[in-house]
C-alpha cells in the first residue's frame, strides 16, 4: 500500500497533466515512452515492462503496413489483423495508460507551492525598491510617508523594512539592521560629525565596526536622506 500523501490544492495543475497527449498526437508510437517514464516514476517493474508491449504493438503495424496488398487492391486480412491491434493496444490503450499514469504521479508527486516566508521575503524585496524610487523621483511623498523610519509609530506605508541610517534612533538601527549595539552607536556619532552619510561606502570608511561582509548583508535594506 503506498503512505499517504496530501492531495495538491485546489487551482494548482499537475506537471504531468499533458502526458496523454503523446499517445494521441503520435498516433500510439509514443505510448511505450511514457508508460516507460511513469513506470519509472512510480518505480513500478510491471508498469516499465508493460511499457515493451506498447513498443511491440508499433512493431506489429508497421509489419501489417509492409505486408504486400493483393492483388485487387484488398489488404489482406493478416495486416488488417495486425493494424487493428496496434489501434486497440498501442493507440487507445496507450492513452487510456498514460491518463491512469499521469494521475498516479500526480497524486504522488503534487506540485510544489511557493513556501510562504519566501514568497513574503521577495513581496518585501519589491516594496524596498518602490520605496527607493518614491525618495529619488518624489522626497516629498516619501517623507510624507515616513520612509525609512520604522521608529516612528502610526505608518501606514510598508516600506519593506528600508531604514535611514541618517535619522533613525541608534537603538534602532540596531534592532532593525540587526547589527550590534556598539556600532549602531558609531554609526549615529560618525553621522553628526560629518554632517550625515551619502553612501553605504561611508559607513566603510568613518564606521571601525562596520566590515564589507556586513555592509553586504544590510546593503539593500539602508537609506540616507540629507539630514
Same mark, same amino acid.
Given at each position: 500500500?503506498?503512505?499517504?500523501?496530501?492531495?495538491?490544492?485546489?487551482?494548482?495543475?499537475?506537471?504531468?497533466?499533458?502526458?496523454?497527449?503523446?499517445?494521441?498526437?503520435?498516433?500510439?508510437?509514443?505510448?511505450?515512452?511514457?508508460?516507460?517514464?511513469?513506470?519509472?516514476?512510480?518505480?513500478?517493474?510491471?508498469?516499465?515492462?508493460?511499457?515493451?508491449?506498447?513498443?511491440?504493438?508499433?512493431?506489429?503495424?508497421?509489419?501489417?503496413?509492409?505486408?504486400?496488398?493483393?492483388?485487387?487492391?484488398?489488404?489482406?486480412?493478416?495486416?488488417?489483423?495486425?493494424?487493428?491491434?496496434?489501434?486497440?493496444?498501442?493507440?487507445?490503450?496507450?492513452?487510456? &495508460?498514460?491518463?491512469?499514469?499521469?494521475?498516479?504521479? *500526480?497524486?504522488?508527486? +503534487?506540485?510544489? @507551492?511557493? /513556501?510562504?516566508?519566501? =514568497? #513574503?521575503?521577495?513581496?518585501?524585496?519589491?516594496?524596498?525598491?518602490?520605496?527607493?524610487?518614491?525618495?529619488?523621483?518624489?522626497?516629498?511623498?516619501?517623507?510624507?510617508?515616513?520612509?525609512?523610519?520604522?521608529?516612528?509609530?502610526?505608518?501606514?506605508?510598508?516600506?519593506?523594512?528600508?531604514?535611514?541610517?541618517? &535619522?533613525?534612533?541608534?537603538?534602532?538601527?540596531?534592532? *532593525?539592521?540587526?547589527? +550590534?549595539?556598539? @556600532?549602531? /552607536?558609531?554609526?549615529? =556619532? #560618525?553621522?553628526?560629525?560629518?554632517?550625515?552619510?551619502?553612501?553605504?561606502?561611508?559607513?566603510?570608511?568613518?564606521?571601525?565596526?562596520?566590515?564589507?561582509?556586513?555592509?553586504?548583508?544590510?546593503?539593500?535594506?539602508?537609506?540616507?536622506?540629507?539630514?
Amino acid at each position: 500500500m503506498e503512505p499517504f500523501r496530501p492531495a495538491a490544492p485546489p487551482g494548482t495543475r499537475s506537471t504531468t497533466w499533458w502526458w496523454f497527449l503523446i499517445p494521441i498526437v503520435s498516433f500510439g508510437l509514443a505510448s511505450f515512452v511514457m508508460v516507460f517514464l511513469g513506470g519509472s516514476k512510480l518505480g513500478s517493474r510491471a508498469h516499465m515492462w508493460s511499457a515493451g508491449a506498447y513498443l511491440l504493438a508499433d512493431a506489429s503495424c508497421f509489419v501489417g503496413l509492409l505486408l504486400p496488398y493483393a492483388p485487387d487492391g484488398q489488404i489482406p486480412p493478416a495486416s488488417t489483423a495486425l493494424i487493428l491491434l496496434y489501434l486497440a493496444v498501442a493507440w487507445l490503450g496507450g492513452t487510456l &495508460h498514460t491518463l491512469y499514469l499521469q494521475q498516479r504521479v *500526480a497524486r504522488r508527486d +503534487p506540485p510544489r @507551492l511557493p /513556501d510562504p516566508a519566501v =514568497a #513574503a521575503a521577495a513581496w518585501r524585496a519589491n516594496r524596498r525598491t518602490e520605496a527607493r524610487q518614491l525618495l529619488t523621483t518624489n522626497p516629498a511623498t516619501a517623507l510624507d510617508l515616513r520612509i525609512g523610519r520604522p521608529d516612528i509609530t502610526g505608518r501606514q506605508y510598508d516600506d519593506g523594512g528600508l531604514v535611514d541610517v541618517n &535619522h533613525v534612533p541608534p537603538a534602532w538601527l540596531a534592532q *532593525a539592521l540587526q547589527i +550590534p549595539q556598539p @556600532l549602531a /552607536d558609531e554609526i549615529a =556619532a #560618525a553621522r553628526m560629525q560629518h554632517d550625515g552619510f551619502s553612501s553605504p561606502e561611508e559607513l566603510l570608511i568613518y564606521c571601525s565596526g562596520m566590515t564589507p561582509d556586513r555592509l553586504a548583508l544590510i546593503r539593500d535594506y539602508i537609506v540616507f536622506r540629507p539630514l
